[in-house]
């Protein structure tokens, strides 16, 4: 069997993330984007980092990411800028910059990266390339938005047989410091200490699975007034306003996907320490250009299930390179926690007056 470059590994797993623009024989630009129309029911906002509630928004799931890749016998580098829903336009976030250098079975990066936890980590905010509306709240939120790290990284790739690609990537990351906005008076601000994980994927015709542990260390100081504890995983603690504590942290995920001709079914759980694992299933049938999908998942705070969150929806493709999702979500809160909830001050589900939310969302996705 013929063994493709490790750069062309992240393509196939990810196909259709871009819709690259070849400006060279080394050189090539891409692009991707989505917005939305979202409103929820339920005053109190929906998601950090989105803020959804009982009002119409158009502007709670903008993104809009570029990215420019160099490539030339072996040796490579990449840029990607995004326009996160949380950044202004003004400040976008610099996703990844780095170089590195392909030989045989292995690539080595070096720069700013992507923490490599989850199946879709890697394409995080490009909306075109999964099913759903927006990346389940339940494994993808639990990192509060931080998605990259500033360090060094080493993949190898083999193959078992003629058909089971076996990829394993541990990292390194150095000093960093990540912002994360709980409301428009307190944030909290990661510096990081250590960090260091390994990922392991296995990529077959119809399927694929994810494996990664991740052990970080960070200085975390908190910035504001009127909000003091953190009810969202991992960092279900109490901060002192404008305060640094050093806290600790340890993730640990599987996540998996098979494809039965038309029907696709996901898993994904993640766990720390001292929790039980959130997780969500996901089934999504395929009629082209639709595709109608229904998901559960369930979050865990301080050891008891704090959160559901049902999804049905269909993606519509209007084009190879855009698509529509029309979503409904259920959310409940359960067992004195905040769930998914972003709330402006400290809140259990105890002093909501409706834990429960019912969220539509329309929303457009394209690459270029």
Do not use: H
């Not at 890749?69 to 996160?84: C, E, H, L, T």
């Not at 709980?182 to 694929?208: K, V």
């Not at 994904?268 to 229904?294: C, G, H, I, N």
């Amino acid at each position: 069997m013929k063994k493709l470059p490790t750069i062309l590994i992240t393509s196939l797993l990810t196909s259709p993330v871009y819709a690259v623009i070849e400006l060279t024989d080394t050189l090539s630009f891409s692009g991707f984007g989505s917005t939305s129309w979202a409103r929820s029911d339920n005053d109190t906002p929906l998601f950090i980092n989105r803020f959804i509630k009982d009002e119409n928004c158009f502007d709670c799931d903008t993104t809009f990411g570029l990215q420019l890749d160099y490539y030339n016998n072996g040796f490579k580098a990449s840029v990607q800028g995004v326009k996160r829903p949380q950044d202004y336009w003004s400040n976008p976030s610099l996703e990844w910059a780095y170089v590195g250098y392909e030989f045989e079975n292995f690539d080595i990066r070096a720069g700013r990266q992507r923490l490599p936890l989850y199946l879709a980590s890697e394409y995080f905010y490009v909306g075109q390339a999964y099913t759903l509306a927006r990346l389940p709240t339940e494994v993808y939120g639990a990192f509060l938005g931080i998605t990259g790290y500033n360090g060094i990284a080493a993949t190898w790739n083999t193959y078992i047989g003629d058909e089971l690609q076996f990829t394993v990537t541990p990292y390194i990351g150095f000093d960093d410091k990540n912002t994360v906005t709980f409301s428009p008076t307190f944030e909290l601000e990661f510096e990081t200490q250590r960090l260091y994980g390994i990922n392991a994927q296995l990529l077959g015709d119809f399927y694929r699975w994810n494996f990664s542990v991740m052990d970080g260390k960070f200085d975390v100081t908190s910035r504001g007034t009127g909000f003091a504890d953190i009810p969202f995983p991992p960092y279900e603690i109490s901060f002192p306003i404008d305060s640094t504590e050093e806290n600790t942290v340890k993730i640990y995920s599987i996540g998996t996907e098979y494809e039965f001709d038309m029907l696709k079914a996901t898993f994904e759980f993640q766990k720390t320490e001292s929790r039980r694992m959130d997780w969500y299933s996901m089934l999504s049938y395929r009629l082209a250009p639709f595709t109608p999908y229904v998901a559960y998942g369930q979050l865990y705070q301080e050891d008891k299930r704090s959160n559901m969150t049902t999804t049905l929806g269909v993606r519509y493709d209007v084009l190879n390179n855009v698509s529509i999702n029309a979503e409904y979500q259920y959310v409940k809160v359960l067992n004195d926690g905040s769930g998914v909830f972003a709330p402006e001050r400290t809140i259990s589900s105890d002093t909501l007056e409706d834990n429960t939310a019912n969220l539509f969302t329309i929303m457009v996705n394209f690459v270029f």
